[in-house]
C-alpha cells in the first residue's frame, strides 16, 4: 500500500507563499508573547499550586462551586489565588496558584500551610471525615523564589545550548548554510507553539520546556532527512538546477516525511486525549510540534538553503560549492 | 552450519537483557538478587513528597561550613530512619542543597516538621515567686518608659486608661494605672503566672521579640509553656527563668517515648505518652548537683524556648534520668524524641521548594500513561503492518522488543520511571518506526528502479543508514542537553528518550536487518512484501 505515489509537487515554486504563510503565524505569535506575554508556571515564577479535591463526603449536597473556593480564598488572605477546574465541574477538582509578584517576592513560605487550614475550616461538607493529607490534597508544589529563577535560566540555557550544538553537528555534516537553515526553521517552530501558547494563556511549565526541546530534536530530524536527500542528489545530478534538485529531494522523501509525522502524532494524540490532565498541555505542544515542525521541513528549511545559496553565489557556483566536500 | 556473526551475537546480547532486567516484573517468585533489579517508579507515580532544602551555612566559619551539608544529611537520614520511611532518597544537590524523597509518605506536614525541627534542649531553674516579680516590675518599669516600642500595648495602656478615667477623656492621658502595663497581662498563681486565653498571642509575641528581650534585666528570661493541642484555647503559663543553663541538649544521651500507666498518679503521665531522658555520665553528675542544690526550687525543662514542664525538685536525683511531659499526643512525643536522639542540624535548613503528590493522582497517572501507550501502540502497529504488509510486522515485532528494551534499561541503570518518561516511551514508539521507515521507503524506491529483493535491501540499508545516524544524532542532543539542565522528572524524561532513540537505532539498523537477511530475503526470492 502506498499514501503517496511518485509526486511532483513544486514545493519550491510556492515557497513565497509558504514564507507568506510563515510570517503570519511567527507574526501572531509574536505579537500574542508580547500583548498576553507568557503564563510562566510556578516552576518558575515561586509559588504555590494546589490540587485538591472537594467532593462532597456524603450524597446529596451539590459539588463545590469555583465561586465559592474563590470567594473564601479572597476572603482569607488569598485575593490573587488563580483557581482552575482540574477533569469535569462535576468531580469538584481545582487547582489553585499563588505565584509570586516579583522576584524577591516569597509567597512560597507558610502558604501551603495556610492554604490548607482555609479549607479545612471552610467547608467541612467537603473535608470531614477524611484525610486531608491522603484524600483531599492531590499534590501541591511549593517552589522558592531562588529556585524559580534558577530554573528559568536553565531552561533558557538548555534550549539554546541545544541549538548551537546541532548548528555544529550540522555544519559538521553538511554545511554551515544548511545548519543556520535548519536553526531558523526550528526558531520557526519554537515560536509558533510558544505563540500559540500565549494566546491560549497556557502555562509554561518545565514540561512545556521538555516538549520544545523533543519538537526541536523531533523538527531537526525531519529536516535533515531532506537534506541528506538534497545532498545524495546534488552529487548524483550536477547539469540540474540547484531549485530542481531540491525539489525532487522534498518529493522522494516526502512519503516517508508524511509517514513519520503520521505514526508519531498517533502517538502525541493518544498521550492527549487518554494520558490524563497532568500530561494534557506537554501533549497538546507535542501535537503542534508535529505539525508546525513538518511543515517547516518540508516547506521552510530547504527553501531557505536555496534562496541564500542564490543569493550568496551564482547559479552554477552554488551547486559546485554545496558539492565541493564530504562524502 | 552457520558462520558466526557479530549482528547475531549483538541480538543475542539484546534480547538477554532485555528478559534479564524485565523478568521481576514478570514474575515475581524470583530470588533476591535478581528481584531487586526491578523497576523503581518516581515520586510523581507513586505518590509521596520531595523537599529540596537550602542550607544556610552564613552563620558557620569557612571550615565548619564545609562538612555542614554532609553532617545535616546524616542526621536528617537518621530521622527519616527513625521515622519509618521504605525507600528514602536523601542527596546532596549542588553545593547547599539536600534534595530528600520521600515515597508513599501520606502526613507531609509531620514529615516536613520532622526534617526541619530543631529541638534545643535546656534545664533551667524557674525563679521563686518574690525573685520573679522584682524581674517583672523591673520589666515593667522598663517598658512604661519603652511603651512606643510596643504598638499593641500602648493600645491596651491607652484603653485601660479610659476606663479608669470614665467619662473625664482629658484625664486618661496623666491617669496612674497602677500596676505595669505587662504585668497586667496575667495573674500570679502558686508557682509560676496565669496568661488567660485572650492575651497569649500578645504575651507570645513580646517574649519572641527581641526589643522586649532587651528589656529583661540580664540573668532572667521569661518563657511561655506548651501549648496542649488537645485544648489549645486554654489559659497558659508563664514562668521566669533564670537564663543559666543548668543541663543542656548535649548532656543527653538517650530520648524514648514512653506511656504511663492508666493507674499512675501523676496526672501528667497517667495514660499519655512522655518522654524519659537518659543522660550521659557528666550529664548525670550535673543533674545531680542541680537537684541538690535547689531542693524545693521548680526546674524547667525548656525546648527551644518553650517549657514542657516544670517539676518541684523534692529531693537530689542520682542516675541521671528524667521525663519530659507536657500533654503530648504520640506522634508529637515521638517526633520530638527522634530530634532529641539525633542532635540538632548544624546549619539551619529551609526548603526551597516542595512537590508532594497524593497516591490517587500517582496511580491515575499510571492508569492514563499505560492507557495512551497502548492505544498509540497499537495505531502504529496497525499502520505499520497496513502500509507495509510483511515488513511492517517485522518492524511491529522488533518495536515490542524496543518498548520492552527501554523499560530494560531503564532498570539497568537505576533509573526511575516518571510520568514525563512514560510520555517518553510513547513518543519514542511513534519514532522508533522512524528509522525503519526511511529504510523501507528507500527499499521500495530500489526496486522501483528495478532491482531484485536481495540487492534492493542491501542498497536501501546503505543509504539510509546514514540518514539515520545523523537524523537520530541531533535528537540524541536534544536528549543529552535536557539531562543536563533539567532535573527530576525532566531527567527521567532524557534517559527515557536517549535509550529510546538508540535502541530504536539498533533495532532498524541490526535487527530488523537480520531477519530481513535470513528468513525473508533468502536465496533468490522474486517478490519482497514491502
Known amino acids: 500500500m502506498r499514501l503517496l505515489k511518485t509526486t511532483h ?37 515561586s509559588g504555590v499550586a494546589a490540587k485538591v479535591d472537594l467532593k462532597p463526603v456524603v450524597a446529596g449536597v451539590a459539588p463545590l462551586k469555583i465561586e465559592n473556593l474563590r470567594q473564601v480564598l479572597k476572603v482569607n488572605g488569598y485575593p490573587e489565588a488563580e483557581i482552575q477546574h482540574v ?79 546541532m548548528i555544529i553537528y550540522i555544519w559538521f555534516r553538511f554545511e554551515l548554510t544548511f545548519g543556520l537553515m535548519a536553526i531558523l526553521a526550528l526558531f520557526h517552530d519554537v515560536i509558533i507553539i510558544v ?68 505514526t508519531t502524532f498517533f502517538t502525541a494524540l493518544a498521550l492527549y486525549l487518554f494520558g490524563g490532565s497532568v500530561l494534557h498541555d506537554f501533549a497538546f505542544a507535542m501535537c503542534l510540534g508535529i505539525i508546525f515542525g513538518t511543515y517547516s521541513s518540508i516547506f521552510v528549511a530547504s527553501n531557505l538553503v536555496i534562496d541564500i545559496n542564490q543569493a550568496t553565489h551564482k547559479e552554477k557556483q552554488a551547486i559546485q560549492h554545496l558539492t565541493r566536500k564530504k562524502k | 552450519m552457520k558462520k558466526f556473526s557479530w549482528r547475531g551475537l549483538s541480538i543475542i546480547i539484546f534480547i538477554c537483557v532485555t528478559a534479564f532486567y524485565l523478568a521481576p516484573l514478570a514474575f515475581p517468585g524470583l530470588p533476591e538478587w535478581w528481584a531487586k533489579n526491578k523497576l523503581k517508579l518516581g515520586l510523581d507515580l507513586r505518590g509521596g513528597m520531595q523537599i529540596l532544602l537550602e542550607v544556610d551555612t552564613s552563620e558557620l566559619s569557612v571550615a565548619d561550613a564545609r562538612g555542614a551539608v554532609d553532617q545535616n544529611i546524616k542526621i536528617i537520614r537518621e530521622r527519616i530512619d527513625q521515622f519509618g ?34 529541638a534545643m534542649l535546656e534545664f533551667k531553674l524557674v525563679s521563686p515567686m518574690d525573685e520573679a516579680k522584682r524581674v517583672l516590675d523591673a520589666i515593667d518599669v522598663n517598658v512604661d518608659n519603652n511603651l512606643s516600642m510596643f504598638p499593641a500595648l500602648l493600645e491596651l495602656d491607652k484603653k485601660d486608661r479610659k476606663i479608669l478615667a470614665g ?130 526550687k521548680s526546674l524547667a525543662i525548656v525546648l527551644d524556648g518553650v517549657v514542657y514542664s516544670a517539676p518541684n525538685i523534692q529531693e537530689r536525683i542520682s542516675g541521671g534520668r528524667a521525663q519530659i511531659t507536657g500533654q503530648f499526643t504520640s506522634a508529637e512525643a515521638n517526633e520530638l524524641s527522634i530530634v532529641l536522639n539525633t542532635g540538632n542540624l548544624i546549619a539551619p535548613i529551609k526548603p526551597a521548594s516542595t512537590s508532594i503528590i497524593g497516591a490517587t493522582l500517582g496511580s491515575d497517572s499510571i492508569r492514563s500513561g499505560s492507557l495512551a501507550g497502548i492505544i498509540g501502540l497499537i495505531a502504529v502497529v496497525f499502520f505499520m503492518l497496513i502500509y507495509y504488509k510483511l515488513a511492517g510486522f517485522i ?71 546514514i540518514t539515520v545516524w545523523d537524523a537520530n544524532l541531533t535528537t540524541l542532543i536534544a536528549a543529552a542537553v535536557l539531562y543536563q539542565f533539567g532535573t527530576g522528572p525532566i531527567r527521567g524524561f532524557a534517559v527515557t528518550l536517549a535509550i529510546g532513540i538508540i535502541g530504536s537505532m539498533f533495532c532498524a539498523i541490526v535487527f530488523v536487518r537480520s531477519i530481513f537477511d535470513n528468513f525473508v530475503v533468502t536465496g533468490t526470492k522474486k517478490t519482497l512484501s514491502i
Open chain 2, 85 to 118: 520511611v521504605a525507600e528514602p532518597s536523601i542527596q546532596k544537590l549542588g553545593e547547599d542543597r539536600i534534595l530528600v524523597q520521600l515515597p508513599g509518605v501520606s502526613d507531609f506536614a509531620a514529615a516536613e516538621n520532622l526534617i526541619k525541627k530543631t
Open chain 1, 87 to 165: 477533569g469535569e465541574e462535576s468531580e469538584a477538582t481545582f487547582m489553585i496558584k499563588t505565584k509570586s509578584k516579583t522576584s524577591t517576592d516569597d509567597v512560597s513560605a507558610d502558604t501551603k500551610g495556610q492554604i490548607i487550614d482555609v479549607i479545612n475550616t471552610n467547608f467541612p461538607q467537603y473535608v470531614e471525615g477524611r484525610d486531608i493529607n491522603r484524600d483531599v490534597i492531590q499534590e501541591i508544589y511549593e517552589v522558592g523564589p531562588r529556585v524559580g529563577g534558577e530554573l528559568r535560566t536553565n531552561a533558557f540555557m538548555a534550549v539554546i545550548i541545544a541549538l548551537i550544538l
Open chain 1, 195 to 262: 505563540g500559540i501558547f500565549a494566546l491560549t494563556g497556557k502555562e509554561i511549565t518545565i514540561q512545556i520546556i521538555a516538549a520544545l526541546l523533543t519538537i526541536v530534536g523531533y523538527s531537526i530530524n525531519d529536516t535533515i532527512v531532506i537534506f541528506d536527500r538534497i545532498r545524495e542528489d546534488l552529487k548524483i545530478n550536477h547539469k540540474e538546477s540547484m531549485p530542481v534538485v531540491v525539489n525532487h529531494s522534498i518529493n522522494t522523501t516526502l512519503s516517508r516525511t508524511v509517514i513519520t509525522s503520521v
Open chain 1, 9 to 45: 509537487i513544486n514545493f519550491v515554486g510556492i515557497r513565497k507563499i509558504t514564507y507568506a504563510l510563515s510570517i503570519i503565524f511567527i507574526l501572531a505569535g509574536i505579537i500574542g508573547i508580547a500583548v498576553n506575554g507568557l503564563n510562566w508556571s510556578i516552576d518558575f515564577t
Open chain 2, 167 to 296: 467619662a473625664d477623656s482629658v484625664a486618661a492621658d496623666t491617669i496612674k494605672t497602677g500596676d505595669g502595663i505587662f504585668s497586667s497581662l496575667f495573674r500570679p498563681g502558686d508557682r509560676e503566672y496565669e496568661v488567660q486565653f485572650d492575651n497569649v498571642r500578645l504575651v507570645q509575641d513580646l517574649i519572641a521579640d527581641s526589643l522586649f528581650q532587651a528589656l529583661v534585666p540580664a540573668g532572667w528570661q521569661i518563657a511561655l509553656n506548651k501549648i496542649d493541642t488537645q485544648t489549645p484555647r486554654a489559659d497558659r503559663s508563664l514562668y521566669v527563668l533564670s537564663s543559666a543553663v543548668e543541663l543542656s541538649g548535649a548532656d543527653l544521651a538517650k530520648a524514648k517515648v514512653e506511656y504511663g500507666s492508666a493507674s499512675s498518679t501523676d496526672p501528667r503521665i497517667a495514660n499519655k505518652p512522655y518522654i524519659s531522658i537518659e543522660m550521659k555520665r557528666d550529664g548525670a553528675r550535673k543533674f545531680e548537683k542541680v537537684t541538690a542544690d535547689n531542693v524545693g
Open chain 2, 395 to 465: 518492524a511491529d515485532f522488533v518495536l515490542v522488543f524496543n518498548v520492552g528494551f527501554i523499560l530494560a534499561m531503564l532498570t539497568a541503570f537505576g533509573a526511575t520511571l516518571t510520568l514525563p518518561g512514560i510520555a517518553g516511551i510513547i513518543l519514542t514508539i511513534g519514532m522508533a518506526v522512524d528509522a525503519n521507515v526511511l529504510i523501507f521507503e528507500r527499499i521500495r524506491e530500489e526496486l522501483d528502479g528495478g532491482k531484485t529483493p536481495r540487492s534492493a535491501v542491501d542498497a536501501g540499508y546503505k543509504r539510509a543508514v
